[in-house]
Every structure is written in structure tokens, then in C-alpha cells.
């Protein structure tokens, strides 16, 4: 009877082990938060739209890693977007809108403000 108790409190040590193992892990992985506007310019550079350069019609911004997708949102007119992702160096890209490309870096814990800025052809 003996033996059976000290493997269950074993396992139950093992088990244990695991969990904090694995919540420790989880905790590596630290997010950072960006948000902000598409905004959409004439074709003169940095000249906006006399109704303001905030996009006024519903976008999807990408949030790209690495070359691949990891997050996206659908950007109503007038509204900004925010994303939590793990940190490191993003691409956040407009869909349908050629030369909407604006690098960043998002920091663990931290919130970084960037438009988008796209220009009309």
C-alpha cells in the first residue's frame, strides 16, 4: 500500500511540474499592442482629401510576419484598429490598396500608435 501512495505523489509532483512548466512558457511569449488609422491621400504626397486623409470607406488591415498573416481586422470608416501580437518587427498592409506597406516594431508591453498611409491613384 505504501508504494502506491508514493506513486501517486509522484505523478501528482510530475503533474504539478508540468503546469508551472507550461504557464511559464505561455508568459515568454509577451505581447504588444498597436493601433491606428488607414488613412488615404491624393496623388500629390501628404495632401489629404478636403473631407480629412481617414479612409472613408471599410478596409481590412493584415498584420504580416515574417511574410505571413498573422492577424487581420476589418476597419470601418473614421475607426481606428488595434491588434495584440507577440513582439517583434510587423508589416501592416492594406488590402487592395497597392502601396499601403508601414513596417513596425511592436515591443513587449507597450503600445505603439502608426497610421497606415495610403496614397490615391
Avoid at 507550461?22 to 504626397?45: D, I, K, N, Q
Avoid at 472613408?56 to 487581420?72: D, L, M, N, P, S
Amino acid at each position: 500500500m505504501q508504494k502506491v501512495s508514493t506513486i501517486t505523489r509522484s505523478l501528482m509532483l510530475i503533474s504539478a511540474l508540468l503546469v508551472v512548466t507550461v504557464s511559464l512558457g505561455a508568459c515568454g511569449t509577451e505581447t504588444g499592442v498597436v493601433t491606428g488609422h488607414v488613412l488615404l491621400f491624393g496623388p500629390v504626397p501628404n495632401f489629404p482629401p478636403k473631407a480629412g486623409p481617414t479612409a472613408r470607406f471599410t478596409t481590412t488591415v493584415e498584420a504580416r510576419y515574417e511574410g505571413q498573416i498573422r492577424a487581420h481586422q476589418l476597419v470601418l470608416p473614421g475607426h481606428q484598429f488595434d491588434f495584440a501580437l507577440p513582439s517583434g518587427t510587423y508589416t501592416l498592409d492594406v488590402v487592395g490598396l497597392h502601396g499601403c506597406q508601414t513596417p513596425l516594431k511592436i515591443g513587449a508591453g507597450h503600445t505603439t500608435h502608426v497610421d497606415v498611409r495610403c496614397v490615391e491613384p
